[in-house]
């Protein structure tokens, strides 16, 4: 659901079986936030609570998905805005959007009966840009400050816990700041699928729709190096469309390689073999 200041707030669950292939991803995610979940113990022997962690990748890989479900794993309320929500022609707006949004962040978890929120942050590069570079400028400066301001607040009064989680897909146009100890500290990288990740996905896409038995996804994932998970959600969606197309109630190899071409014709897919 939608709220002001597009805000979301997710009730739907994901889950980490619901992401396909991202492994270590997942793996070095789980890892992370295990300090979520054990932060009395991590506390108790002085560990520096864990504030932020870095998603980096291309587009549709999964990011959004994983920040979701890191949500689902550590009980935690969702709340998701994009770095683009914050630039406004006025001075001090987005940094007073940062400090509402935690504060929502906050009251969301008390509602939810939560002890913790995870607050996403899509596109963090648009407000996180290197200070002083040309895609920088002051009003981005203030909102940029503000985040560290709140980060640095953060684990320093007792109650609900925040955890921000940030993505982009430009990771080296961060500013050093967001990237120093307590802040956004554990960067996890979101690469495109390999050919076993595709399968995967492919899998995950279609295990909800009737499939021919001359069905070989195996095939598929083999002839769609490059193609993201979103673009691997499309090829399935776009396949039961052409066999709604003829008129057939299964989706055949003939249908999902229809689907393929649309998909690479409509991004212009730069398609590197990757493995
Ligand atoms: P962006 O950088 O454009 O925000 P993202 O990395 O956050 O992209 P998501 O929004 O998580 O990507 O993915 C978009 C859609 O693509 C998902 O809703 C899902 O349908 C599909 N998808 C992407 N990656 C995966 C995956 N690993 N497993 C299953 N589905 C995936």
Redesign the pocket.
């Known amino acids: 659901k939608t709220t002001g200041k597009g805000i979301q707030i997710s009730t739907t669950s994901i889950d980490f079986e619901?992401?396909?292939?991202?492994n270590a991803a997942k793996k070095e995610l789980q890892e992370a936030l295990d300090f979520l979940i054990y932060s009395d113990r991590m506390k108790a022997l002085g560990i520096r609570p864990l504030k932020g962690i870095l998603?980096s990748?291309?587009?549709?890989?999964?990011?959004?998905?994983?920040?979701?479900a890191a949500a689902h794993y550590t009980n935690s309320s969702f709340l998701a805005i994009s770095g683009s929500e914050f630039v406004e022609m006025y001075a001090g707006v987005g940094a007073e959007r940062v400090r509402s949004i935690f504060r929502r962040a906050k009251e969301c978890a008390r509602k939810e009966k939560k002890s913790s929120a995870i607050l996403f942050i899509?596109?963090i590069d648009i407000l996180g840009a290197k200070r002083g570079s040309n895609i920088s400028h002051h009003e981005y400066d203030q909102t940029l400050n503000q985040l560290l301001v709140e980060m640095d607040g953060l684990g320093t009064e007792e109650g609900i816990r925040i955890l921000v989680l940030a993505?982009?897909?430009r990771a080296e146009a961060l500013d050093s700041a967001l990237l120093r100890p307590g802040r956004f500290d554990r960067s996890v990288k979101?690469d495109l699928?390999d050919k076993e990740?595709r399968l995967?996905?492919l899998t995950?896409?279609t295990r909800n729709k009737p499939m021919a038995k001359d069905v070989n996804l195996e095939k598929i994932a083999q002839e769609t190096f490059g193609f993201?998970?979103?673009?691997?959600?499309?090829v399935a969606n776009e396949a039961a469309v052409f066999a709604l197309r003829n008129n057939v109630e299964e989706i055949t190899m003939l249908h999902l390689r229809e689907a393929v071409e649309k998909v690479m014709l409509g991004e212009k897919l730069d398609r590197k073999p990757t493995d």
């Open positions: 619901d992401i396909g292939g991202q998603l990748g291309p587009p549709g890989t999964g990011k959004t998905l994983l920040a979701k899509d596109e993505a982009t897909n979101v699928p990740g995967a996905i995950i896409h993201s998970g979103a673009h691997l959600e499309s």
